[in-house]
């Protein structure tokens, strides 16, 4: 079964990806790119591809999301599936369900900082990442499918049903980077009681992860190798650095008065609710 592993996008998915697939899919608990790729992203045009849904048709791509997520799903089994999509319920259409999903990792960012991230990460303004935030565009191209992270508020709130089913674990961008032991040590503690099966730490592997897993690691891992997610700059032709500031993004020093009143505005009920005002 899936555990989701959701966020808007620029959030710090890939930090709890890289966590998780090192712990689980190495046998050292050393992190390399080839690790991540243990995690898919939901959707993904190869799947639907492979499943015969024809991917220029977005109504059918849509449709079809548990028939895809059926196709390779398997129950006695973790799964992780990454997604910035929001839990969406289009023209009686759902996103996912319980019968496949065993549960969510939210992870959230403050979204003044997400603003900044966006703007290096898709060579745009801030003014144009702001309204990505407020407007919920949807994200793709003519090489993938279409993602719907909704707005960043819409995207937060609806992965909130999980709770119900107690299935549900938010983890916070700048909880990882202040105390990435007790973030991770959460996650894995919430993974195994969703599974219903004994925790018991291999505090090895777990030391490794968290070694290996240092932003100034991953950076010279991206300078030396490149990382395949990592975007081109379209105006310079250069790849734009992935890891670029991390924990050094502040949008204190970076964003402009105007956008940053936006966003408070209009996320203020959710920034207040998780400490970010």
Same mark, same amino acid.
């Given at each position: 079964?899936?555990?989701?592993?959701?966020?808007?996008?620029?959030? *710090? &998915?890939?930090?709890?990806r890289a966590l998780l697939s090192s712990?689980?899919?190495?046998?050292?608990?050393?992190?390399?790119?080839?690790?991540?790729?243990?995690?898919?992203?939901?959707?993904?045009?190869?799947?639907?591809?492979?499943?015969?849904?024809?991917?220029?048709?977005?109504?059918?791509?849509?449709?079809?999301?548990?028939?895809? $997520?059926?196709?390779?799903?398997?129950?006695?089994?973790?799964?992780?599936?990454?997604?910035?999509?929001?839990?969406? &319920?289009?023209?009686?259409?759902?996103?996912?369900?319980?019968?496949?999903?065993?549960?969510?990792?939210?992870?959230? +960012?403050?979204? +003044?900082?997400?603003?900044?991230?966006?703007?290096?990460?898709?060579?745009?303004?801030?003014?144009?990442?702001?309204?990505?935030?407020? #407007?919920?565009?949807?994200? *793709?191209?003519?090489?993938?499918?279409?993602?719907?992270?909704?707005?960043?508020?819409?995207?937060?709130?609806?992965?909130?049903?999980?709770?119900?089913?107690?299935?549900?674990?938010?983890?916070?961008?700048?909880?990882?980077? +202040?105390?990435?032991?007790?973030?991770?040590?959460?996650?894995?503690?919430?993974?195994?009681?969703?599974?219903?099966?004994?925790?018991? @730490?291999?505090?090895?592997?777990?030391?490794?992860?968290?070694?290996?897993?240092?932003?100034?690691?991953? $950076?010279? @891992?991206?300078?030396?190798?490149?990382?395949?997610?990592?975007?081109?700059? #379209?105006?310079?032709?250069? $790849?734009?650095?992935?890891?670029?500031?991390?924990?050094?993004?502040?949008?204190?020093?970076?964003?402009?008065? &105007?956008?940053? &009143?936006?966003?408070?505005?209009?996320?203020?009920?959710?920034?207040?609710?998780?400490?970010?005002?």
């Amino acid at each position: 079964m899936f555990v989701w592993l959701a966020s808007y996008p620029k959030s *710090g &998915n890939t930090m709890v990806r890289a966590l998780l697939s090192s712990y689980f899919f190495s046998k050292d608990g050393i992190f390399n790119f080839e690790l991540i790729k243990n995690i898919k992203q939901f959707p993904n045009k190869a799947l639907f591809i492979k499943n015969k849904i024809d991917t220029r048709n977005e109504k059918e791509v849509i449709k079809n999301y548990l028939k895809v $997520q059926e196709s390779f799903n398997i129950k006695n089994s973790i799964q992780f599936l990454k997604t910035h999509s929001y839990l969406f &319920n289009i023209e009686n259409n759902p996103f996912t369900n319980l019968e496949y999903s065993l549960g969510v990792i939210y992870i959230v +960012r403050d979204p +003044r900082n997400v603003v900044l991230s966006n703007s290096n990460h898709n060579s745009q303004s801030d003014e144009k990442s702001a309204e990505d935030l407020i #407007k919920g565009n949807a994200i *793709g191209d003519k090489k993938n499918v279409k993602v719907y992270p909704g707005t960043w508020s819409g995207n937060f709130n609806s992965w909130k049903s999980f709770q119900s089913v107690n299935k549900y674990l938010l983890i916070k961008y700048e909880d990882m980077i +202040r105390d990435k032991d007790k973030a991770f040590y959460e996650i894995l503690k919430f993974i195994h009681s969703i599974k219903n099966v004994e925790f018991v @730490l291999n505090k090895e592997k777990f030391k490794n992860v968290l070694e290996s897993t240092d932003f100034d690691r991953m $950076q010279k @891992l991206e300078n030396e190798n490149g990382f395949e997610e990592s975007m081109i700059n #379209k105006k310079t032709g250069k $790849q734009v650095k992935f890891f670029n500031l991390g924990k050094k993004t502040n949008w204190k020093n970076s964003l402009s008065t &105007n956008i940053k &009143n936006k966003i408070e505005k209009e996320f203020k009920k959710e920034m207040i609710e998780l400490g970010y005002l």
